[in-house]
Nanobody, 124 residues
């Protein structure tokens, strides 16, 4: 059974940075894209960023483009999200998930095997 564990969340001031990690265990995620999503209280889960298995293609939501960077280390079965210039509106629980093979998607329904989430809080 595959497990995804997010870490790296916390409390940071506006303009600060955090780096999230998503460690995958239980099976190989060879060939699969992966993605980051977030969910704020009272809101639906929304797409943040996604990356193909090779790392050769990435996609970002307009809200984070230019501030966040997604990457992965397949040798370590780990994906990362570097978040810079954080804003209060970035406050949410951040989730990682395994996505489709060979392409990235911004749709929740295309992802499976979700992590439990890590809280990111940006104070103003």
């Amino acid at each position: 059974q595959v497990q995804l564990v997010e870490s790296g969340g916390g409390l940071v001031q506006t303009g600060g940075s955090l780096r999230l990690s998503c460690a995958v265990s239980g099976r190989s995620f060879g060939g699969y894209s992966m993605g980051w999503f977030r969910q704020a209280p009272g809101k639906e889960r929304e797409f943040v960023a996604a990356i193909t298995y090779s790392g050769g293609f990435t996609d970002y939501s307009d809200a984070v483009k230019g501030r966040f960077t997604i990457s992965r280390d397949n040798g370590k079965n780990t994906m990362y999200l570097q978040m810079n210039t954080l804003k209060p509106e970035d406050t949410a629980v951040y989730y990682c998930a395994i996505g489709p093979i060979d392409y990235v998607s911004a749709y929740v329904r295309h992802y499976r095997d979700w992590g439990q989430g890590t809280q990111v809080t940006v104070s103003s």
